[in-house]
């Protein structure tokens, strides 16, 4: 079956150092892109969003890029700093218009 | 301004019983949708309405109902309450049945 999904469940990165969070999608007919950032006790927060008609775009201090011949969507987060721990969702969104999420990646940010 | 609010925030029930979790949107917003979200899960879509009505369903039994009233508010039912059930319930509202998502955070369901 079409799934979103991710590679890796837990990433641990260096304060300061740049980190990169992936996501594979099978569904090649979803038209929209959404990263999630979810921290404990709260709901999915919007970070950055992706058209299927575009390949890159950037918001501040995160970048999405979207690979449409492997399917592949990354969130990249430059400077990534304490407050940014969190576990983070790709998520698509099908023609019916409900999103599917992946399982969601932790990101631990050592000081 | 009032982002998404969801109420109760924590919950506690028996097993067959029924609940009642409740959304209000932010100002404005004509769309609400619901997500479950299991422990160490991603959000699984369960109801998403417009003006009123049904625009999409997600792969849950018919326990689970919806509906949203006149200012746009809406309700979630779950009939017949299982063990499984127990979740942290996503409200989330956009402008349009097409647009960005904003979540609340989520009404906390434990059943025993």
């Known amino acids: 079956g079409e799934s979103v999904g991710l590679h890796l469940p837990t990433l641990s990165v260096q304060e300061g150092d740049n980190s990169i969070i992936n996501c594979a999608y099978s569904?090649?007919?979803?038209?929209?892109f959404i990263w999630y950032k979810q921290e404990s006790g709260k709901g999915p927060q919007f970070i950055i969003d992706i058209r299927s008609n575009m390949d890159k775009r950037q918001g501040q201090r995160v970048t999405v890029l979207l690979n449409k011949t492997v399917k592949h969507l990354s969130l990249q987060i430059a400077a990534t700093q304490p407050g940014d721990s969190a576990v983070y969702f790709c998520a698509e969104r099908r023609n019916n218009n409900d999103m599917r999420f992946g399982a969601g990646t932790r990101l631990t940010v050592k000081p | 301004d009032a982002g998404v609010t969801q109420s109760p925030t924590h919950l506690i029930k028996t097993r067959g019983q029924h609940v009642t979790l409740r959304c209000s949107p932010i100002?404005?917003?004509?769309?609400v949708s619901w997500y479950q979200q299991v422990l160490g899960q991603g959000p699984q879509f369960i109801f998403q309405y417009y003006e009123k009505e049904e625009r999409g369903r997600g792969n849950f039994p018919d326990r689970f109902s919806a509906r949203q009233f006149p200012n746009y508010s809406s309700e979630l039912n779950v009939n017949a309450l299982l063990l499984g059930d127990s979740a942290l319930y996503l409200c989330a509202s956009s402008e349009g049945v097409l647009d960005g998502y904003t979540f609340g955070s989520g009404t906390r369901l434990t059943v025993v």
């Open positions: 100002s404005g917003h004509k769309s």
């Open positions: 569904n090649s007919a979803s038209d929209y």
